[in-house]
């Protein structure tokens, strides 16, 4: 049998100058023109047919196996976050106020090795590899454009995969979860408006201030008293923004916030509730409020049988390490769930966290930073569960 992870420790230099140059030289969403070009440059130069521009910054490459057979797309992200770096790595950002703090510097690496890997084995590849480099996974609607420029067509594909490098657990552990994996994301902004006056004189006046207290208040009692409690939710107030001096009482405070849930049922809940609440806690302060409700992501919920084949791919790969599959779940929430709405696929964890190294920061911290020993684990897990899903196998 091929042993995919001795071929990926083989390319881990490769791997390693590629991670390395790409977090050297961040780029936020949207704007991952250098990024996109060395992408662009090594797919071309396996031979592979490149598309670029896709979604903006997106590009495809086509990895043709020589026998009839399935079409599975594998998808890595490519951008970086508006952070200062402060880690003293000497390959930290050369770009002030951009860092690649949450790996997807490592994704675009390790999907470019396995390009490779799957290209040495073209000859007895059967179907299709639709190899995806998509822009501006932060919030911003990568994934939503790359489908919209037609990704998921021509040819049409049967099966998604991806993974993110994951520094909430150790190098050594894989989180392959069938069902929900990642939360679905909702963000709120909520304006409480009342009416504006002198500190000293608040009968004159109706006071946001009070009400907007009530409101993020009563709001907790969503999580507490709505959702059963062996479901999960979160809502979290994050941002109150009102007044500007100690003796005037604003016109209107603003709330901003995120809602997290995996279930639709749940979902539904506590978006009606979220409406109930903030209107009748300001009502009851004399306020109105002023709702705006965005959907951020969907949940990102893996096909039990595709997680399946990932799991087992990753059983065989690295029997003795901890490969998880008691359902890990994370309330983060990831565009790829866009993807996994339209096509059954797998979204996966691979750990990157080593503390006797200092390398445990969390994702999104500026002093984020991997354990790259771990990037050979994914190229070489990824690389196996494509060919293991484009031959029907299951273990
Ligand atoms: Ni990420």
Redesign the pocket.
Known sequence: MTDFLSEAQALFEYTQTLRRDFHMHPELGFQEVRTAGIVAKELTALGLEVTTGVGGTGVIAILGGTKPGPVVLVRA?MDALPITEETEAAYASQTKGVMHA???DA?TAVLLTVARMLHARRAELPGTVKLVFQPA??GMGGAEKMIEAGVLENPKVDAALAL?VWNERPVGWFGIAGGPTMAGAEIFKVRVIGKGGHGAVPHLAVDPVLAAAQVVSALQGIVSRNVPPLQTAVVSVCTVHGGETFNVIPPAVELTGTIRTFDAAVRQTVLARFEQTVQAAAGAMGCRAEIDLQRLTPATVNDPGAAARVQATARRLFPKTDVDTTNYVTM?S?DFAFILEKTPGCFFFIGTANPDKGLDAA?HHPKFDIDESALPHAAALMTAAVVDLLSGKTG
């Open positions: 992200d949450c790996g997807h994704h996974e932060e993110h983060g990831e994702h």
